[in-house]
């Protein structure tokens, strides 16, 4: 199992959660605004505590209630791709890249599949919306990640800047490197891109 | 002109020693202040802004009273360490540094308290742990406004005069910064040359301090707007 998640949070008086085990490839996993997408990402890179389940991914056990396994953030190797992309402001379009980066080997190659390579020296607030999204993307790449999510990916993008987008999330699946999982309200894109599409919510 | 430079000279002292010394307490205060809820807050909050709203007058007695022989701080010097900070320019610093600590922590909690959070987040998820998390985004983002506090703390210290008065003394040479200067060449018959020079002295010293603090936010801000 690639993704192996059962986890439910109390969120106000409502609860979020979700529960599934998918194989490789791309998951997709499609729900109406406010199912609590965003919440079962951030729960799954350990940004928001369950009340109770477990996450597994690739086989590590990232949280487990029953056992108390709770791995903080930067354990996780989570290549999270942020639906507000959360870019560094003060730091270069190279730097952004190669924060989590082991080593910038493999720079050139993840700038080119992703056609960010003309920007490196760009900071991030003169990117367009697309463009800052195929740096979030990268930067998650190149992270060491074990596994990729990714948060309503081509949302708040014009149509051309979307097909770029969608190109690049294409790319990215068919390289076969690490699962991915992806959130979205959004039923065409889910089968356009999605190995398997689960609908939550 | 070597009395004025004197002064001068001692000013920059104080101000310096005052403003590097508040700075790490600031900070941390600053930080606890934005981060962290706990029992007391608001009791401490107001602690700190008190040198803001009492008169310096009051501040400068409260502080005697502490560091007298007889008081609980120096009289913990005075055997511990064999020293007193009274009528000394140490004494002047920490009267400065009382009084500029509040300005310093306003400015630097509200840096801290506008970096974004999700980027720490999101530095986390990149396999940051927290304290890399903090020294790679956290304090860069908040770098401008640690810097215009520490200039403020700075400004207001080389300007500070009425609790310095009342607990350090007027003693040329030794607590006699600019203002203390010009209020005792005020005093003194034919001495109006003399305040001249010390204001225009004063002046330009809190514009330098200005123009440092413009060039620092500038350089600590590169690819941040800070307005």
């Given amino acids: 199992m690639s993704f192996d998640v059962d986890v439910s949070a109390a969120r106000g008086d409502a609860s979020v959660g979700a529960r599934f085990a998918v194989g490789e490839g791309l998951t997709v996993l499609v729900g109406p605004s406010g199912a609590g997408k965003t919440s079962l990402l951030d729960m799954i890179a350990g940004l928001l505590r369950p009340s109770r389940g477990h996450v597994r991914v690739g086989g590590r056990t990232l949280y487990d209630s029953a056992s108390g396994i709770d791995l903080p953030p930067e354990r996780r190797r989570a290549g999270y791709v942020f639906q507000d992309m959360r870019l560094f402001p003060h730091r270069r379009v190279r730097a952004n890249l190669l924060y989590g980066a082991p080593d910038a080997a493999r720079l050139a190659e993840v700038a080119a599949m992703l056609d960010v390579s003309h920007l490196l020296e760009r900071w991030p607030r003169t990117l367009s919306g697309g463009e800052a999204r195929r740096v979030a993307i990268g930067r998650a790449l190149l992270s060491d990640a074990a596994f990729l999510l990714l948060d309503e990916p081509l949302s708040s993008l014009d149509p051309a800047r979307r097909e770029e987008a969608t190109r690049a999330i294409e790319r990215v699946r068919d390289a076969r490197a690490v699962p991915i999982l992806m959130v979205t309200h959004d039923r065409g894109e889910a089968e356009r891109l999605g190995d398997r599409v689960i609908a939550i919510g | ?227």
């Fill in chain 2, 1 to 227: 002109m070597s009395e004025l430079a004197a002064i001068v000279r001692l000013t920059l002292l104080v101000g310096g020693t005052a403003t590097l010394a508040t700075l790490p307490l600031a900070f941390a205060l600053a930080w606890a202040l934005a981060r962290w809820q706990f029992p007391g807050k608001v009791l401490v909050d107001g602690l700190i802004h008190l040198p803001l709203v009492v008169p310096p007058v009051v501040t400068g007695w409260l502080l005697l009273l502490a560091f007298a022989p007889a008081g609980p701080i120096g009289g913990a010097l005075e055997r511990w360490l064999g020293v007193s900070v009274l009528f000394r320019w140490t004494g002047a610093a920490i009267a400065a540094g009382v009084m500029a600590l509040p300005l310093m922590v306003r400015a630097i909690r509200l840096s801290l308290e506008a970096v974004d959070r999700r980027l720490e987040q999101a530095a986390r998820t990149l396999g940051a742990g927290r304290w890399r998390s903090y020294a790679t985004v956290t304090l860069p983002l908040a770098a401008p406004g640690i810097a215009a506090g520490a200039v403020l703390g700075f400004a207001r210290s080389i300007g500070e005069f009425g609790a310095t008065i009342t607990f350090v003394s007027n003693v040329p040479g030794e607590t006699q910064t600019l203002p203390l200067a010009i209020y005792a060449a005020l005093q003194t018959p034919g001495g109006e040359a003399s305040v001249w020079r010390l204001a225009a002295a004063s002046v330009a010293l809190s514009l330098a301090a200005l123009v440092a603090a413009e060039w620092l936010v500038r350089r600590a801000g590169r690819g941040v707007r800070v307005l």
